[in-house]
């Protein structure tokens, strides 16, 4: 067997059987790595060891523990009910502020997980409090990030623009940050109305899960006779909500470290779980009562379960199984076939890896194909975009890891695979809709 296809019969073994086991997917992962590694591609254990994701390792435990602390002496609370108090109590209205919010920032130059990470603790912890459901308000933020990681000053917008220059293509800057805006904009409005959003949707903890969360049940009853008093109670409620007076020293400290964190990631590239792990020590050293217990608020499992399978995913790269299936798509001689695989292996290895990284390979491995002129180069580019960065709804890349991590009273195993499976379902349908709306028009 070539290495090239034990990875990949391995990658569908790990899926297998931690569906059908209680067992977490990253210690397969690290597992496989080093059976299928060692075996069939002939690596080291430091050839393995190095596809650990170690930034992406300390972007979750960084950020998970400062605002644990900020949890534990009160911040994130102050700054939930300041929030409610300026959407003035208008509960559909708040996913929507979170995904212009991540959308902003990323627009302006952020890095996408960067203003996941930011935005999504505070995002979920709103939702724990005031009963959105977690799921909703973890892909509004990540769709806000991707709906505005494409403008001309953007990370993702810089490398594909810069791609295309260096290849001679024709491309328009405007329209492809245009076209992934609206494509998540299409697909949040999609999420925000079957998940319950436009009603107000209550959730009550109930052990049993269902698709809209793990653990919880969804109310979207219409809001007649006692739901409709009940909601209108509620959203008087949240209007009347206020800040519990002044921030008290801890806390001002506890919002200056966010604040620095948000501008030294933002403003100056600082890499964003080592900024966050820095300031979480000072925090710890200044206030250390705020910090106790804030270490067991890292989502370890969530750690162990992403780090193994990117660290596989990296002995998939080192055997050449991803540059093997991308190279059998590219040789078919049916253009418009052509284009669609090509936006699914863009999805398919984002969904794992890098959207950064993904986007610097599809796209050269696209330019000889476009050259030929048979499908439009700007619908393609944009497509190949999309496709690549719409999965980041998945829990194994740092947004989705970041979502999972800082959701609050849920199952995290439960919520997991439901993230999983809205995910799988967007890697199935997204780079199909972004070939149908990029890249037919310009062929018909």
Not at 109 to 127: D, E, N, Y
Not at 334 to 348: F, H, K, Q, S
Request: proline share 4%; net charge neutral; aromatic share 8%.
């Amino acid at each position: 067997m070539s290495a090239q296809m034990a990875t990949i019969l391995g990658l569908g073994v790990m899926f297998v059987i931690a569906t059908a086991l209680p067992i977490n997917m990253g210690a397969l992962g690290f597992a496989f790595a080093f059976l299928i590694g060692t075996i069939f591609v002939g690596m080291s254990a430091n050839d393995i060891l190095g596809g650990f994701p170690g930034d992406l390792f300390v972007t979750l435990v960084g950020i998970t523990y400062l605002f644990g602390i900020a949890q534990n002496n009160g911040t994130v609370d102050w700054l939930v009910q300041a929030c409610v108090r300026a959407v003035r109590g208008r509960i559909s209205a708040i996913p929507w502020v979170m995904f212009g919010v991540a959308a902003l920032l990323t627009s302006i130059g952020a890095v996408s997980p960067a203003a996941v990470a930011i935005i999504a603790p505070i995002a979920l912890r709103f939702a724990m409090q005031y009963a959105i459901n977690p799921l909703l308000m973890g892909i509004m933020v990540i769709h806000g990030a991707q709906g505005g990681g494409f403008s001309p000053i953007s990370i993702y917008g810089g490398i594909t623009n810069q791609v295309v220059e260096r290849a001679g293509l024709p491309g328009n800057e405007m329209s492809l940050f245009l076209a992934s805006l609206i494509f998540n904009l299409a697909i949040a409005a999609i999420a925000f109305f079957v998940l319950g959003g436009h009603r107000g949707a209550r959730i009550a903890a109930n052990g049993n899960g269902s698709a809209f969360g793990p653990g919880v049940s969804v109310d979207i009853r219409g809001h007649g006779g006692h739901e409709a008093a009940d909601l209108h109670d509620r959203t008087r409620e949240l209007a009347e909500v206020q800040p519990s007076g002044r921030p008290d020293m801890e806390q001002t400290l506890t919002m200056i470290g966010l604040g620095s964190l948000a501008v030294l990631a933002l403003v100056f590239s600082l890499n964003v779980g080592l900024v966050a792990m820095c300031v979480a020590v000072v925090l710890a050293l200044v206030c250390p009562r705020g910090q106790k217990g804030a270490i067991d608020k890292v989502a370890w499992s969530t750690v162990l379960l992403i780090a193994g399978v990117i660290t596989y995913v990296g002995v998939l790269e080192e055997a050449g199984a991803i540059d093997y299936v991308a190279n059998g798509v590219a040789s078919l001689a049916v253009p418009l076939l052509v284009a669609l695989l090509l936006c699914y292996i863009g999805g398919i290895v984002s969904a794992f890896a890098s959207s950064v990284g993904v986007l610097g390979a599809t796209i050269p491995l696209a330019v000889p194909f476009l050259m030929t002129g048979d499908v439009g180069t700007p619908g393609m580019i944009a497509a190949l975009a999309v496709s690549s960065t719409i999965v980041d709804v998945s829990p194994f890349s740092t947004n989705g890891a970041l979502v999972v991590a800082n959701a609050q009273n849920v199952d995290k195993d439960r919520f997991f695979r439901t993230l999983l499976i809205y995910s799988a379902l967007i890697v199935a349908a997204g780079p199909l809709l972004a070939w149908a709306a990029f890249v037919l028009p310009g062929w018909m």
